[in-house]
């Protein structure tokens, strides 16, 4: 097996536990500020959106740095500072002793935060360019999976264990992921290369890929899908409130529903990214946008939970050609020696639209309803594929012409 099959195996294991820790803290993040001495309910809610938020808006800032360090003096050192920092910093949120502890941790992570972007960078540095779209799509197969199970996992041990050893687990699988990349994953990166180049600073270099316009029209589609996806994902347990009502099962029904779509991300996503090897990546996004907008229209016509089920499950299956396919297309039109920083500017791009699309959709919800949200995402994702077909297809095809 090639060297970029071993070390998509590994990244891609590596992925799956970050995203597995990362995200076990989601289910009891609200009982643990609780613990930390906050009581009353809606301060309990403004803390639990400020600290959330806390690790998205540094990253968004502190992305760039790191992919220009990346590019200077490699991928892996830059993955390896990530992934033992983050071990180290969520291991000491469960020696919280109140709310401004945890907020500044969480603040800290995203300062320090970069192991998915990094090991992007590196695969996509790695693998043969016929092959891309296959690599990525199953990088993102990890992402999602830990991104599944991690809830999952972490609302039964907070059952067992309590809260504050989930922390210390987080860090365990973050320092596991480290070490598994440490020892397996071997870069190609010429150091004596790198530093023959001038040391361009963070602004210039966002100047430099801004002048390829492919690369502005991929951050802004990562930007664009972030924002129509995370716009919903807020109000969903409530939209199914609405359609079960406050029944047996309403919890079990929520998380269920939550789930499917990135069950059929994981399954779709090397798949698609196979096909797109054949076809062409922009195809593949171009289709894939239009196949997910569509599919949150009829989201807000249901009138029950399985036909909300069913239609989340097709969503995730095009959702799997989506950013997958924007970093095999970043990658091709990147320089080479700058595959770090351009992908930590989508890094950025990406975690704004996190921070922005739980915020604007919860604030809309109150003057359209929550379905009046879906027909907004659905609207978004199908501008995003006409801004795909103008900006990077209709082009492809005028040129090829």
Known sequence: MGNWKVNLIVLTFGQFLVMAGMTMVIPFLPLYIQELGITDSQEVSVWAGII???NFVTSFFFQPLWGKLADRYGRKVMLLRSGFGMAIVIS???FSGNVWHLLLLRILNGTIAGYVPASVALMASMAPKHRMGFAMGTLQSGNVAGGILGPLIGGLLAEWVGFRPIFYITGALLFLASVMAWIVVKEKFNATEAAKKPNVSIVEGFKQLGKIPQLMSLFMVTLLIQFAMLSTMPLMALFVQELHGTGQYLAFYAGLVGSI?????????PLLGRLS??????????????GAGLAFIPQALVHNVWQLFAIRFILGIFIGG???TVNALIRKFTPDGMESRS???NSSFLSLGNLLGPIVGGTLS???GIRGI????????LFNAIWVYKKLLYKKTVQGA
């Not at 879906?374 to 994702?381: E, G, I, P, Q």
């Open 52 to 54: 959330f938020a806390g």
């Open 92 to 94: 000491l949120m469960g």
């Open 261 to 269: 779509t990135g069950f059929s991300n994981m399954i779709s996503s």
């Open 277 to 290: 090897d054949r076809i062409g990546q922009t195809k593949i996004l171009f289709v894939s946008l239009i």
């Open 322 to 324: 989506l950013l997958p």
């Open 343 to 345: 992908y930590s500017f």
């Open 366 to 368: 109150g003057w359209i």
């Open 374 to 381: 879906f027909y907004t995402a659905a609207f978004l994702l």
